[in-house]
């Protein structure tokens, strides 16, 4: 059945406005609020209002869904369902659409899901609007946006699919989740705060025992479909190896950049990244998924000497106090930069070698089942993208002719 989207909605509408920033009251949506595409209640915002008056039609209802018009190209159409806790009054603010279904005519879960298909996102890219630092789409653009969908039933079918795909990848996420909170025990039971530094280790400059190596400026006219594969920001930035974010440069240049050479194995770290995000100053390890590897600018390679385990150090820098000097040294308004030196000149505790080896031991059996899971976690995404294709292209269910 087709349908212009405002025949499926009793209103799409923006937020109040309203200037947050006291504390206390009602909480009220903002856009960082669904940027996990899931209602984050410690991303609300607040403006000392306790009495609703003329916010009453502004509360949320249980299952309307927000969804974001005004952002970077990449999250415009990004949306979250609202799912009422007891007593919770929300107050939707400026800035993010709420739509609120006619529950006649389609599924509200249903509905969140439509909104994350292939088709949708083409249908909004094409009435968006982009501009130098953001982008966006009209309220009356959204609304006569043309959407073919199934009955109430099918709707219903396609939705408990879905819901049970999106189930097993939250398992799957909080086992990992759970895992890595093992290993932060463990360290802190075994060494300590490395800035604090409670159990008295020695304490050096990190540049006694790290060398740090800083990539080359390659130019991206120069990037191929493949070839030799090139480390960039996103491939290190998320504290973990991500092999979706090569470039890559002809065979043959890894003989002219051979002091840019990486390898599987060696330990990266970030120098570039967003002020108050935690995508800088990330450590990981190189895949091996290739033989070698090039180094991009603003990632550098750390090359460990004797006396210092990389499972130590990786986990040093997860450490919050730790960061936090990292923080103190970046220099940036928006973007946030760190550079060779600054890493050279953090102050660590080291603890005795054998000490950090001993924990190595024990991390490197965790990490072995968190390597699995993250293999079955990336099988269970790649399932989840194809049964929301399917059920968004007719071939999940068919209706009755």
Do not use: W
Not at 110 to 124: E, H, T, V
Not at 165 to 176: G, P, V
Not at 200 to 212: A, Q, S
Not at 318 to 330: D, V
Request: with cysteine; aromatic share 10%; charged share 25%.
């Amino acid at each position: 059945m087709d349908y212009q989207l405002q025949e499926l909605f009793v209103f799409i509408r923006n937020g109040i406005t309203i200037k947050q920033g006291e504390s206390g009251g009602y909480p009220i949506t903002r856009i960082e609020t669904i940027s996990h595409q899931n209602v984050n209640r410690e991303k609300l915002g607040y403006a000392g209002i306790y009495d609703l008056g003329k916010y009453e039609k502004y509360v949320l209802e249980n299952e309307d869904i927000l969804m974001s018009h005004i952002n970077s190209e990449i999250h415009l159409g990004k949306s979250a369902i609202y799912e009422k806790l007891t007593d919770e009054t929300i107050i939707h603010g400026m800035n993010l659409l709420c739509l609120r279904v006619k529950k006649e005519l389609i599924f509200p879960k249903f509905a969140y899901y439509l909104f994350q298909s292939i088709d949708f996102k083409k249908s909004i890219n094409k009435i968006s609007k982009k501009s130098v630092n953001q982008a966006s789409f009209s309220v009356n653009d959204l609304k006569k946006l043309r959407v073919n969908i199934p009955n109430i039933d099918i709707q219903i079918k396609i939705t408990s699919i879905l819901d049970e795909s999106r189930k097993l990848i939250k398992n799957c996420h909080s086992q990992i989740e759970a895992l890595d909170k093992l290993m932060q025990s463990l360290f802190l039971e075994m060494f300590g705060n490395p800035v604090t530094n409670p159990k008295n280790f020695e304490r050096v400059r990190l540049g006694t025992l790290v060398e740090v190596i800083g990539g080359y400026a390659f130019k991206s006219r120069d990037f191929v479909k493949e070839g030799i594969p090139i480390i960039k920001i996103g491939t290190a930035n998320k504290g973990y190896f991500d092999l979706n974010n090569l470039a890559y440069l002809p065979i043959g240049f890894e003989d002219i950049y051979k002091k840019y050479c990486v390898f599987p194995g060696d330990l990266l770290i970030t120098l570039t990244g967003t002020v108050g995000k935690e995508d800088y100053g990330n450590i990981c390890e190189v895949s091996s998924d290739y033989s070698l590897y090039l180094l991009n600018q603003r990632v550098a390679k750390l090359d460990l000497k004797a006396g210092l385990s990389p499972a130590y150090l990786k986990f040093c820098f997860k450490q919050t106090r730790f960061k936090g000097q990292l923080t103190k040294l970046s220099r940036g308004v928006r973007q946030a930069n760190i550079s060779n030196d600054d890493i050279k000149n953090l102050i660590i505790s080291v603890p005795a070698i054998e000490q950090q080896k001993e924990f190595e031991d024990v991390t490197q059996k965790v990490m072995h089942q968190m390597i699995l899971l993250k293999d079955i976690l990336e099988l269970m995404e790649v399932q989840y993208k194809s049964l929301l294709y399917k059920a968004f292209k007719g071939d999940l269910f068919q209706e009755p002719s």
